[in-house]
């Protein structure tokens, strides 16, 4: 007798499967709202397509063991880590890997102890809290100090490592920080380089998406450039890369923030009597060209 | 007739029923924590019903949203306490109630030598009676083998 569970050939309906699980949804959210980040939206969508396999392989009563989805986001300042590791909590319980959207943030600090002893409740504590979420460590290599004896960093690294290999399908590791230093942090601890399964970098952003993301910015605060205005800030991003101390987005956000302060002042100094609502809403180039990058080609400040 | 003809002890939720499993106990933390309790581990070995304040293993977990962590530290409780009685109570702070709401046994020695009656002989011939833990004769921390 053709029994249909046991048939190999019995099939299922991918695409309905796909449309039904809104995935789609949650890979649209993120191309709108963070600009570039292609190995970043890549990685996640692989993910989602793993979901959507392991949800088809276990109709057909496969087994489908949770896959290990520990991260570590590595790359220059202000390229989105942080920010992609807050909404990887959100698109992982939408994709049904873990059980809460809650991230919980911690550094060194929150982690490791003063004295003897002070370690290991001080890292249960947090893995308590976080259990169930996503875990979220931030400049992940101040963990690990070999040159101070009396650090107590290794005695928490030894209880993430094991959580992380335990508890797989209760907690999500996320680690983030500069490349360079989080290579060695690596080298120094092979143990947590193999748990991590993901390994993303985080490329610097081009002009054109740093253009992109100060229009995103600008439409959030309810500025917008006038036409001019958008020319000159390509402009001054192409000047801008090539100094020191460029720190991608966040450079673009401050340099948003001095852009407002030139505007608020320029009205006060040309503006007497009445102000449109327009006027208050729009950048003008000027308030971009009076940076030091286009005068003496020396950055404002980062 | 004998509601309870085993030796178990039946003391808070659930003592009638067989052993909880991890999942059932998962199920009860998370009712707890839905009802935003402080939960927390304790151990015992001494079986008398009046012994009301058992060890506390650990601090009282406030302000957790997932039972995994909570379901670590019973688990850990029992490695460390294999033979002894383990019970997790949650604590409703709510003004008015302020007192534990939930109290559970989740680990039971393997063998519980049960309970004896001792009648002591007071003034007049009058009898008072108690019941004893066979399993208190001996001194704490070798009551129930290794």
Redesign the interface.
Known sequence: MNDPNTNDEKAVDLAAAFRDSHIQEVLDKLDRELIGLKPVKTRIRETAALLLVDRLRKQMNLSAGAPSLHMCFTGNPGTGKTTVALRMAEILHHLGYI??P?VVSVTRDDLVGQYIGHTA?KT?EV???A???VLFIDEAYYLYKPENERDYGAESIEILLQIMEN?RD??VVILAGYKDRMDKFFQSNPGMSSRIAHHVDFPDYSPDELVSIAKLMLEKMQYAFSPDAATAFRDYIERRQSLPHFANARSVRNALDRARLRQANRLFATQLGEITKKQLMTLESDDIRASRVFKDGVADSA | MMTNTGNRVTQGQFSFLPDLTDAQITAQIKYALKNKWAVSVEYTDDPHPRNTYWEMF?AP?F????????L??INNCRKTFPNHYIRVMAFDSKQGVESPSMSYLVNRPKNEPGFGLVRTEAEGRNIRYRISSYATDKPEGERYGK
């Open positions: 059980r809460r809650d409740p249960k893995l308590k809290k259990m169930g979420g508890n209760d907690l | 650990g977990m302000d957790l949203k997932d039972p995994a962590g909570i670590l530290e």
